[in-house]
């Protein structure tokens, strides 16, 4: 099976722009995971999205907003972007709920977003 | 309030030697744990998990953590390391539980050096 793919992998934007990032998930995997890596804050957790609803949610600010689609594929959203937005962007997804390996996550390459 | 430490931010051993990663991890429920290995550039590779049962678990790659409940701990060892091992190590900890599988906290990782 084909892993994680997240497009583009790399970014360039400039602050109070918007930009969108994608990602498609392993085949069969509903549960897609978004996740924000800083060298100062290290992994955060964004939101995570199951059958196109969002299920869970961190610490983050209203600018930051995702959505999945009916083929579970899934995109981010940063709106006014902010110079400390530049982060690693990583998404996971899961298996189904009591499937073999349902809580573990699988992560893909990641976009690097760079904001100036 | 929920926390996961690594009190190694950075560990060189040579090649061949021994190695334990530490950590530890605040939680208010028994939690799944995961080690989870990053190479530059690139997204995060589960090594292995503990979700219950036996306190020593085996990943990949040779790798082996043992659950300390008294101790809150998850150290994860392996007893020759190669120089392909070095890389960021990320222990993380998540709910147990249907519907939570996005919600992983992490550490802040601990960068392996290995010499030659």
């Known amino acids: 099976k084909a892993g994680v793919t997240q497009t583009p992998r790399y970014l360039i934007k400039t602050r109070g722009q918007q930009v969108t990032l994608s990602c498609s998930p392993i085949s069969g995997h509903r549960s897609v995971s978004w996740y924000q890596q800083t060298p100062g804050q290290g992994l955060q957790f964004l939101f995570e999205y199951f059958s196109e609803t969002q299920r869970n949610k961190g610490n983050f600010p209203g600018r930051f907003s995702g959505r999945q689609f009916s083929n579970s594929r899934s995109e981010m959203n940063v709106s006014t972007l902010e110079l400390g937005d530049s982060a690693l962007y990583l998404c996971a997804s899961s298996p189904p709920l009591g499937g073999l390996g349902s809580d573990e996550q699988y992560f893909g390459p990641g976009t690097r977003l760079t904001v100036t | 309030a929920q926390s996961v430490t690594q009190p190694d931010i950075h560990i060189t051993v040579s090649e061949g030697a021994s190695l334990e990663l530490r950590c530890n991890y605040s939680y208010g429920a028994t939690p799944y744990l995961f080690w989870y290995v990053q190479s530059p550039g690139q997204g995060l590779q589960l090594l292995l998990k503990?979700?219950?049962?036996?306190?020593l678990v085996q990943g990949i790659k040779g790798f082996e953590a043992e659950f300390k409940r008294s101790q809150s701990s998850f150290n994860l060892r392996k007893p020759s390391v190669h120089w392909s091992d070095a890389a960021e190590y990320f222990c993380a900890v998540g709910p147990q539980g249907s519907g939570n599988t996005g919600k992983l906290i992490f550490g802040q990782g601990t960068t392996l050096q290995v010499k030659p």
């Open positions: 503990y979700f219950s049962g036996d306190t």
